[in-house]
């Protein structure tokens, strides 16, 4: 007996686009639907495009106006693990016995007066249970949906400069379910089953005002900048309930879920952060360039500290040798070199400068880790140099870059003593270094009436750590706390651990080593 189906996928659309030299209008509806070849995976899409282009005052001013919306069902994605995942049960059936027997995978029980699952295999340790059960009786169905409206307007002052601005708004909404059917394992559901439902809303709204400008000299010089500013506020809610049903089996709602046992959680942050920004590029003659960029941001997480912004720059330099040399050669058509420096910022998480209070039982739970206001942005600097550059006519095209670059203020949480009321603190720490190379090739020539192109790439990648935590006080014991190995997770015989000297993913195990065969 097969177990599995043929998986089908079917893709409808209708387009409509319409318009005039002044206007353009744009509308868009799909569906994709899917079931897969585990039996009763499926997954439906729908999504709905609408976009309308505008010019007005001859020309001087374009809006530009979008809207997007799309719906996803999932059911049965396959699960993770062993237990609700019905490929285990299915590679892992006794090969002499008959797999029909167990289609029928329920059979009416008069002391419960219901379908249960038969499966006489056992769960071999929390295992497997009948596929065709999992398939059928232990649900997983979602629902996504997906809204996202934009409106952008631009103003051209002059031919060579104007401003624009942009508004989105993007919202998510999902709903996740689990339904498993009673006889399922006491460990997951009652005799009556389980249900809960977790639900996730975002609403990310953004908004930017830019001046851009792109001026040429004499022929010989030009500028090409902008200047803006741009705010983003993203609000995320969480709420979840659920748990083992009783009294009536298999009715998913949330008045049969017993509530002495039922499981809840709720949780949500709303975060903002404001910016200005500048870019420039200067060019003389259209072979030497220099580019500078800056930005500043002022982050919500960072409320609580004392560094409630952060700075981040970058310059570089680029210019076409074979230009500005004169260079005349077959051989060496175009040359090209680069340089840059750029730093790069990360703000915490929610909550780590400004600690909040979960209630337990109606009651605030004290806080375990110690507030810390001098919490600063992670802070990552980069240099990078490169060629890029052709040869024989062009028929051979190198582009090589090296680069190096550093991570600093990383966040980390040492464990404290109980003398100072906490178990716990974020602090800024550690230094991780990259360096590497990153090259590729391509060499093109016509054989006859024949095209023929070749590619190569190289990349290589060497990280190491620094220093990791070299010594923090505690400002209320006046404890220094370090830290020079960090266990990240692992099992018994192996685990990754970050160790001053080492490198990111290194693995440490306590097996013996051994060949093929098995020897020592």
Do not use: C
């Not at 995976?41 to 020309?59: H, I, K, P, Q, W």
């Not at 670059?405 to 949480?413: A, C, D, L, V």
């Amino acid at each position: 007996a097969d177990f599995f189906q043929t998986g089908i996928n079917s893709n409808t659309s209708v387009t409509l686009s319409t318009g005039t030299q002044k206007n353009q209008t744009y509308v868009s509806i799909g569906n994709v639907t899917s079931k897969g070849i585990i039996p009763n995976n499926e997954n439906t899409r729908y999504t709905f495009n609408a976009r309308n282009s505008s010019v007005f005052l001859d020309g001087k001013l374009n809006l530009d106006l979008g809207f997007m919306a799309g719906q996803v069902t999932e059911q049965n994605m396959i699960s993770q693990g062993q237990y609700f995942n019905p490929l285990v049960s299915v590679y892992l059936f006794p090969p002499g016995d008959d797999f029909n027997k167990v289609k029928s995978y329920e059979r009416y029980s008069p002391a419960r007066n219901l379908m249960t699952q038969y499966w006489p295999y056992g769960d071999n340790g929390l295992m497997m249970q009948n596929p065709y059960w999992i398939t059928q009786r232990d649900l997983f169905p979602n629902k996504k949906e997906h809204y996202m409206a934009t409106m952008s307007v631009k103003y051209s002052i002059a031919d060579w400069i104007y401003i624009s601005a942009k508004a989105k708004m993007d919202k998510e909404n999902e709903k996740d379910q689990k339904m498993f059917a009673g006889s399922t394992n006491l460990l997951f559901a009652s005799d009556d089953g389980y249900y809960s439902l977790n639900t996730f809303d975002t609403r990310q709204i953004y908004g930017e005002g830019l001046i851009n400008i792109n001026k040429t000299f004499n022929d010989k010089y030009s500028i090409t900048a902008n200047l803006g500013t741009s705010i983003e506020d993203v609000n995320y809610n969480q709420y979840m309930y659920g748990g083992k049903l009783q009294g009536v089996a298999n009715l998913y709602t949330y008045a049969n879920v017993n509530k002495s046992t039922s499981e809840n959680s709720q949780s949500g942050y709303e975060k903002q952060k404001q910016s200005v920004f500048g870019s420039a590029q200067l060019g003389y003659k259209n072979m030497l360039f220099l580019d500078m960029t800056a930005r500043n941001d002022w982050a919500s997480s960072l409320s609580g500290s004392g560094n409630k912004s952060f700075f981040y720059p970058s310059i570089g330099l680029s210019g076409v040798i074979t230009d500005l040399l004169k260079m005349k050669s077959d051989i060496l058509p175009y040359l090209k070199i680069r340089a840059s420096y750029s730093a790069v910022g990360n703000e915490p998480d929610v909550y780590l400068t400004n600690p909040t209070y979960p209630l337990a039982a109606g009651y605030p739970v004290t806080q375990t880790r110690m507030p810390n206001p001098n919490l600063k942005p992670e802070l990552t600097k980069s240099w990078e140099a490169g060629i890029s550059s052709s040869l024989f006519k062009g028929a051979l095209k190198i582009d090589a870059t090296v680069y190096t670059s550093s991570t600093y203020n990383q966040f980390f949480e040492p464990t404290l003593s109980s003398a100072s009321g906490y178990t716990s603190v974020i602090v800024n720490a550690g230094r991780i270094d990259n360096k590497g190379i990153e090259a590729s090739m391509r060499y093109s020539t016509k054989i006859g009436s024949l095209n023929w192109s070749t590619y190569m790439t190289f990349s290589l990648n060497r990280n190491k750590i620094i220093e990791l935590l070299p010594g923090w006080t505690n400002p209320v014991t006046g404890e220094v706390v370090s830290l020079h190995t960090l266990d990240m997770s692992g099992t018994g015989s192996y685990k990754m651990v970050l160790t001053e000297g080492g490198s990111m993913g290194d693995i440490y195990v306590n097996t013996l080593l051994v060949d093929e065969h098995g020897a020592i």
